[in-house]
């Protein structure tokens, strides 16, 4: 399997099997304190327990942004983020923390590809990046990342079993949040367009029209159509052959499924049209793809263990 970065958007996340791994968590109070400017490869998720305190992100070129954060709401920062933490003056705060990265799941815990494939919210928080995101968290997230936190302090491991779950639980959780904000803020051209590319990835392995699409999100298909190729730059049809391309990638680089019948499980009847899509989206035929595969794999069993 590929190196990952500490970041929870790449796509390897969403093909692979890999689980998270803790670098850092913690349970503390902060009082009259300011943070140097600072960066990690981990994904890290601060949570406010009581008091308030000011989380200070830069965003490269961009400039950065100042979140104060208040009793009861988390900010989730990405890997490679520069940031710091800010108590003012005589406040204080009280936080839990984790950092993590991922590594290969060699053990019976679900993957975080397999969750995102059951549950859309999770699959839509890993296809859309951000640098920061602060949520408001109804005492659904406390509960699950105190339980963490405590289960890493008291076993000093990341590879029992009770440390995925409950990690899964707060991903999962994390992303129905996320899910709800964006419903709250988006206009109802917007919610259409991520309704239906859900449809699309729900749906992407059998035969799909547009006015099914259509149907599926409740508006006109030439409305539909207009507005999905204004907000992704792409035809439904364009944006539905990529997927499948993507989809066909992965069984072929994964899976001893034979050539021939990938197609089907990507939603494609004809072989002979799947084989002209594959060569115009990946540039090359699905046989070529598999053989440049099993050539790197092949090449790469000579150089030695892992470090």
């Not at 327990?49 to 992100?57: E, L, P, Q, R």
């Not at 993957?111 to 839509?124: F, M, N, V, W």
Request: aromatic share 10%; charged share 20%; glycine share 8%.
């Amino acid at each position: 399997m590929p190196e990952l970065t500490g970041s929870l958007f790449q796509q390897e996340l969403l093909n692979g099997e890999y689980i998270p791994h803790f670098f850092a968590y913690y349970y503390k109070q902060w009082s009259n304190y300011t943070m140097a400017y600072h960066q990690h490869n981990s994904t890290e998720i601060m949570y406010l327990i009581s008091g308030s305190c000011i989380v200070d992100v830069q965003k490269g070129t961009a400039g950065g942004e100042c979140f104060r954060l208040k009793r009861g709401e988390l900010i989730m920062i990405d890997a490679g983020v520069p940031h710091r933490l800010i108590v003012e003056g005589e406040a204080s705060c009280r936080m839990l923390n984790v950092e993590f990265g991922f590594t290969e799941n060699r053990g019976v815990a679900p993957s975080i590809g397999k969750l995102a494939g059951e549950e859309e919210a999770l699959a839509e928080l890993l296809r859309t990046p951000f640098s920061s995101l602060v949520l408001p968290d109804p005492e659904e997230i406390f509960h699950v990342l105190k339980a963490l936190v405590l289960e890493l302090d008291q076993h000093g491991t990341d590879k029992g079993i009770m440390v995925q779950l409950l990690f899964s639980e707060l991903l999962l959780r994390i992303s129905r949040l996320r899910r709800g904000q964006l419903e709250a803020s988006q206009q109802p051209s917007q919610l259409y367009v991520r309704r239906a590319i859900e449809f699309l990835y729900q749906n992407y392995d059998r035969s799909i029209q547009v006015k099914e699409i259509a149907a599926a999100v409740s508006v006109h298909p030439g409305y539909l159509h207009r507005i999905f190729r204004a907000q992704t730059g792409r035809t439904l049809t364009d944006y539905l052959n990529v997927l499948r391309m993507d989809k066909a990638k992965m069984l072929l680089g994964q899976s001893e499924i034979p050539v021939a019948e990938i197609a089907d499980y990507v939603g494609v009847s004809s072989r002979q049209y799947f084989h002209l899509l594959f060569k115009k989206y990946a540039g090359c035929t699905p046989v070529e793809y598999r053989n440049s595969i099993e050539r790197y794999s092949w090449a790469g069993e000579g150089l030695g263990p892992e470090i």
